[in-house]
């Protein structure tokens, strides 16, 4: 295994700059039109948030499987999940513009709604703050607690440790999922306010895992010690995690909607309503051809998977697809057509994204590429073969 | 069953072997193809069948009864048109579940434990789903024309209505059914040529010389034969999960308080996974014990079962977490009359909150590594768990149709005893031709152990 | 090529070996020297045998996805044909082609037409059901499904010839090697 650190120069400095560039454009945003700045700004952090605590969710995973996926991209996921504080300091503008967001903030509006009046106890702001507070104190101390413990591996090998991950990662996905299930009703799903979905949380989740997976693979085909030792064999495992995900995503976004269109009761449908008007049905059915059929049949084919450059320009046109979906969820509550786009959706995305970067650079590059791991060993020694 | 004495001291190697060592093709070939060649049984098997033919019996009675005198005879009735027949349905089509997940999902995440027990809980789907699918059946009232659920021309100029989710289901099971059926079968060909080149007597050359079809291990055929079932675990894979969110759906697609709700789905496809793994641990305990199988279904199969128990099991409960915070959330109040007044306080309390101790709370015992290793309770857990998730399909189906929008429409509902010499008859059913299986049948996929002991030797041989 | 009554007797020279690696080998031996007309037989699927064999690729893959494709639109074609055309009703206020709710069973038939594809096709490719094949006659062969490994020259191979190949087989380092009739049942009546 290699010794040396991973070169991140490349990246920290134009993330550097589009952070700067974004930031200040978005906080002139802020100041000129708070409104547009609060829905494009949810919009572009949620993208790159997802991508962060989407990497505390697949390092749990991976230390409760220990897949021979997850050795190459363990540390990406890592210096990912270590960006969580970061990423939640920049919810703070959310947070600020609650009264832009939400419609169950307004008093006016509470005051002749029968159904918002009903859920006050959950949906009022010390609530949504005191429940900001929760979610990120579980995601910062996992991310933190499995990444200094995977450090301590740097050493040598250390079986207690690695149980001690192992028992840290099994109860911690669980709090993960409930943080994760209960932050996505507050932030994307509350934007309607009458509006209910019981696979929304989950759904988010799978969401974020698919974002993961497809940023790992940008990283792992653009990180030199990373891209040396990743073998065509995780790479054709990362692609069928990928392919999986996409299928898991396809099928829980295809069956929220077939239950709602189904059942067809005001209450729900308006949501999707709103997604089938004129300009949006464009959108949903991009959606279903370029977030589902088409990556669904260039990820069967075997080769796409197993090279890894490939898989990386996949990746890529995916993952803008993501953006699109997230554009999607949270959009069509603020904009009548999908076209009304704004400059600030592209500085938050920037913006957000450039820090989110540098970030990740800056704490990729204090680690070894590689982890120590004996289970990590062993796959190497073990060759092809891993469990 | 007592806890076994290795239990207490498990090195490192053990506790993650999937095939004990000291075994060559010989001898695993020979342990397992003696089970179906032995003119006899074991007596705890012969008892097993007999009560299974017993209840058999009952099914019997029980379907000619139903035949004769029509679905009166069950305790159905306005509200409550779907009782025990669907619970049934639904419970042992979870069932089945786990069989196509560790023969198709763990395959295709190369998880050398499953070679084991896949056969085993591939036989368990075929005759989980045929009991399965004995309900519905039945539950058209008129069995004798269940083929008017197919689309076909007829005299009557009707076809089928595809916007329901029964139409579905009657693809979606028969689909499972066959596709399960091939794969078990193909997984089964070259185990059945070695059962014919073992057997003594001329009968079972002969019945076995057949069902392989004249197999005899040729590379051209392994190379094919490779390929099909690495498609079939492929397909198998997306199918399972379809089919589970179909039964989902055929609560979901309507409008009544408590089914209607979209995490259903997932829900119901983790549950599914849930009760066919305490199904697998069930049976398999009892049969690693007398035939001595404990070479081959290790300590570390328990394990990784428990594992995949307490995972699914932690999924479920979610969807229980999701369903109440949703029926409040929603601000529907149908829905939460149903779950807070009804579901959780009205008549049949008991039935939810022994649903929430069985799937709920028990389950998280397998935190415990010990117990995730020590047979006896792991089987009391599993039994446990299969009495929560039969639980769990009442609580669904009675709970929300015996109190609807109108309390003027509002009833009870009580099973018959034809009801439960039905359901006790399928276990009766199921536990006979689990019988039949492990007396005719190689009860573990022989030529896959050969492959991973093969895999084994190699891999030894590399690290010298 | 004419052969003679005696060479079509022989079905051909039928080597086995004590283990995969030693078949492996022999087969690629046996490949390097020229014949096709070969086969093995193992009790397990042996990894690289076929490419020493020389066979090709399978491409039970690209018919698989056919029956696929095949299903998708007869499910489509099903339900669309059923609901527009044969038994036009609505239902609940859905439209008569209501595609959301299609999906299932399009979905189904996609699964039940390729995973038949997949088995039939297998069996239809390698030729089974055959209860009787020449190679059942070689001795032990009934190990060839449970520790026998065999390799079989066939005599219609252009290279097969009696002596010469069943000194090669024997170089081979097999334990037996065997000449296999076509019909030995036959034998007296011909």
């Known amino acids: ?387 | ?464 | 090529m004419m052969k003679t009554a005696e060479s079509s007797r022989i079905y051909g020279l039928v080597a086995e070996f004590d283990s995969s690696e030693a078949l492996l080998k022999a087969a690629e031996q046996v490949r390097d020297a020229g014949y096709t007309a070969t086969d093995a037989f193992s009790p397990i699927p042996v990894h690289g045998l076929t490419d020493a064999l020389g066979v090709r690729p399978s491409r039970l893959s690209s018919l698989v996805l056919m029956g696929g494709l095949t299903g998708a639109c007869v499910g489509l074609g099903l339900q669309a044909w059923v609901s527009i055309l044969a038994y036009p009703h609505i239902i609940s206020g859905k439209p008569l082609f209501s595609w959301p709710s299609f999906f299932p069973v399009v979905f189904e038939c996609t699964v039940l037409f390729a995973a038949g594809s997949a088995v039939f096709g297998m069996l239809i490719r390698n030729r089974l059901p055959q209860p009787y094949h020449p190679v059942f006659s070689t001795p032990h062969f009934e190990k060839a499904t449970t520790d026998g490994f065999f390799l079989c020259i066939q005599a219609n191979d252009p290279k097969y010839d009696g002596q010469e190949t069943m000194a090669f087989l024997k170089g081979l380092r097999a334990i037996e090697v065997t000449e296999v009739e076509r019909h030995p049942d036959d034998e007296d009546k011909s």
């Open chain 1, 1 to 387: 295994m290699t010794e040396t650190t991973v070169d991140c120069s490349k990246l920290k400095k134009p993330a550097l700059i589009a952070a700067v560039v974004g930031l200040a454009l978005s906080a002139v945003g802020y100041v000129t039109n708070h409104a547009q700045f609060a829905q494009s700004w949810l919009i572009g952090w949620n993208f790159w948030f997802l991508i962060a605590s989407g990497s505390l969710g697949w390092l749990m995973i991976h230390h409760m499987v220990s897949g021979r996926w997850g050795f190459v991209i363990q540390r990406p996921l890592e210096a990912a999940a270590r960006t969580i504080p970061f990423m939640l300091v920049l919810f703070v503008p959310v947070l600020l513009s609650m009264h832009e967001l939400y419609e169950w903030t307004h008093e006016e509006v509470i005051a002749h709604d029968h159904l918002i009046q009903a859920k006050l106890p959950y949906l009022n702001a010390p609530g949504f703050m005191i429940r900001f507070g929760v979610y990120a104190v579980i995601w910062i101390f996992l991310a933190y607690r499995l990444s200094a413990l995977s450090r301590k591996l740097d050493q040598g090998p250390d079986e207690a440790v690695v149980k001690k991950m192992r028992a840290i990662a099994a109860p911690g996905l669980v709090l993960y999922a409930l943080a994760m299930s209960f932050a996505s009703f507050d932030w994307m799903m509350s934007l309607e306010p009458h509006w209910f979905s019981s696979i929304y949380g989950a759904l988010y989740m799978v969401a974020g895992g698919l974002s993961t997976l497809l940023f790992m693979i940008l990283v792992l085909r653009r990180v030199p010690p990373l891209r040396a030792v990743a073998t065509a064999q995780q790479s054709h495992d990362l692609g069928n995690l990928t392919f999986a995900f996409t299928v898991l995503w396809a099928y829980m976004t295809f069956g929220q909607f077939l239950i709602i269109w189904s059942g067809n009761l005001y209450e729900e449908t308006f949501w999707y309503l709103d997604r089938a008007a004129s300009g949006w049905l464009v959108v949903s059915w991009i959606l279903f051809g370029f977030g589902f059929i088409l990556p669904f049949f260039l990820l069967l084919i075997r080769n796409n998977k197993r090279q890894l450059n490939l898989l990386a320009t996949i990746a890529l046109g995916m993952i803008a697809v993501r953006y699109v979906d997230v554009y999607w969820q949270v959009a069509p509550t603020f904009r009548d057509h999908p076209a009304a786009l704004s400059w600030m959706d592209l500085a938050a995305w920037v913006g957000v994204g450039g820090t989110f970067l540098y970030l990740f650079a800056r704490q990729l590059e204090k680690m070894k590429p590689l982890n120590q791991d004996h289970r990590f060993a062993d796959f190497i020694a073990g060759g092809k073969e891993g469990h």
């Open chain 2, 1 to 464: 069953m007592a806890a076994e004495p290795a239990t207490k001291a498990l090195g490192h190697e053990e506790m993650t072997a999937v095939i004990a060592e000291g075994h060559s093709f010989e001898t695993v070939t020979d342990k397992i193809s003696k089970i179906s060649l032995t003119p006899t049984l074991p007596r705890q098997i012969i008892l097993f069948g007999l009560i299974g033919l017993m209840l058999m019996g009952a099914l019997m009675t029980s379907v000619a009864m139903l035949v004769v005198k029509g679905t009166g005879v069950w305790g159905i009735n306005q509200p409550i048109g779907w009782g025990f027949a669907i619970i049934n349905f639904v419970w042992w089509i979870g069932i089945g579940h786990a069989g196509t997940l560790i023969s198709a999902i763990l395959f295709l995440f190369r998880q050398e434990w499953r070679t084991s027990i896949n056969r085993f809980a591939e036989s368990m789907t075929i005759f989980a789903v045929m009991c399965a699918g004995l309900f519905p059946l039945l539950h058209v009232g008129r069995p004798w024309l269940a083929y008017w659920l197919f689309p076909y021309p007829n005299v009557m100029q009707m076809w089928p209505q595809f916007r329901s989710p029964l139409m579905w289901d009657v693809f979606a099971v028969s689909t499972y059914f066959s596709v399960s059926l091939l794969f078990w079968y193909t997984g089964l060909i070259p185990d059945l040529a070695t059962l014919r080149d073992r057997a003594k007597s001329k009968l079972a050359r002969i019945g076995y010389g057949m069902a392989s079809m004249g197999w005899r291990g040729s590379a051209r055929h392994w190379q094919r034969y490779e390929v099909a079932y690495l498609l079939l675990a492929g397909l198998s894979t997306p199918l399972v999960i379809s089919v589970h969110s179909i039964v989902s759906l055929d609560f979901a697609v309507s409008v009544i308080p408590g089914w209607h709700t979209t995490i259903f789905p997932p829900y119901f496809v983790a549950g599914a996974i849930f009760s066919g793994f305490a199904m697998v641990l069930t049976l398999a305990i009892p049969v690693r014990h007398l035939f001595g199988l404990k070479d081959l279904i290790t300590l570390n199969h328990l394990n990784n079962i428990s594992k995949v128990m307490l995972a699914t099991g932690l999924m479920v409960l979610y969807g229980y977490g999701m369903e109440v915070f949703f029926a409040w959330y929603s601000g529907n109040q149908y829905e939460g009359y149903m779950m807070f007044k009804n579901r959780m306080t009205g008549p049949y309390w008991w039935s939810y909150w022994a649903l929430i101790f069985c799937n709920g709370v028990v389950p998280q015992l397998l935190w415990i590594k010990k117990i995730r290793i020590t047979p006896l309770p792991l089987f009391v857990i599993s039994i446990v768990i299969n009495i929560g998730m039969w639980l769990e399909r009442f609580v669904i189906v009675v709970t929300s149709l015996h109190r609807d929008f109108l309390p003027s429409s509002w009833g009870m509902y009580a099973p018959t005893k034809w009801d439960w010499g039905l359901y006790l008859g399928t276990i009766g059913m199921f536990m006979f031709l689990m019988t039949l299986f492990i007396k005719f049948l190689p009860i573990i996929s022989q030529f896959e152990v050969r492959e991973l002991l093969h895999k084994k030797k190699h891999a030894n041989g590399h690290h010298e």
